[in-house]
């Protein structure tokens, strides 16, 4: 899975690099799951049009600790650990993204980063996703 910035993530950082804009990162990220399979809303970091996973069914965005995403190399960096969401008590629909926010909550936040899965997985009651460690590539 490869994630590349949204179009909020890119303004902020070029601001950073070239105007000096204070930028402090958020001390936690969190990782959503979209079932839409368009980049459009999610590189516009439009969330509520972007068709998160409906706030049922035991779904709720996972935290991601600064710890948890390795050093940059290359224009890239990757989450080291496994993202592993709750067990469904309801069918979440097919999941097509994952995006990195910095809020907790559903339908909140801004989108940075985000990027297809390596296959779409369909969760069903008793489904639990699981994003692998080292599998979801963080791209400028």
Do not use: C, H
Not at 29 to 35: I, N, P
Not at 42 to 64: D, F, H, M, Q
Not at 94 to 102: L, N, P, R, S
Request: hydrophobic residues 45%.
């Amino acid at each position: 899975m490869a994630g590349g910035p949204s179009v909020y993530a890119a303004n902020y950082l070029l601001d950073k690099a070239l105007k000096g804009v204070d930028f402090t990162p958020p001390s936690t990220w969190y990782v959503a799951l979209f079932v839409t399979s368009s980049e459009t809303y999610l590189r516009s970091n439009t969330i509520a049009s972007a068709s998160e996973v409906a706030n049922a069914g035991a779904y709720a965005r996972k935290a991601l600790l600064p710890t948890q995403i390795a050093a940059s190399t290359t224009g890239q960096s990757q989450i080291t650990a496994d993202i592993i969401f709750d067990t469904a008590s309801a069918p979440w629909g097919t999941i097509y993204q994952a995006a990195i926010t910095d809020s907790p909550t559903r339908g909140a936040g801004n989108i940075w980063w985000f990027g297809p899965l390596s296959a779409s997985a369909t969760i069903q009651i008793g489904d639990v996703l699981k994003i692998p460690a080292y599998s979801f590539n963080i791209n400028m």
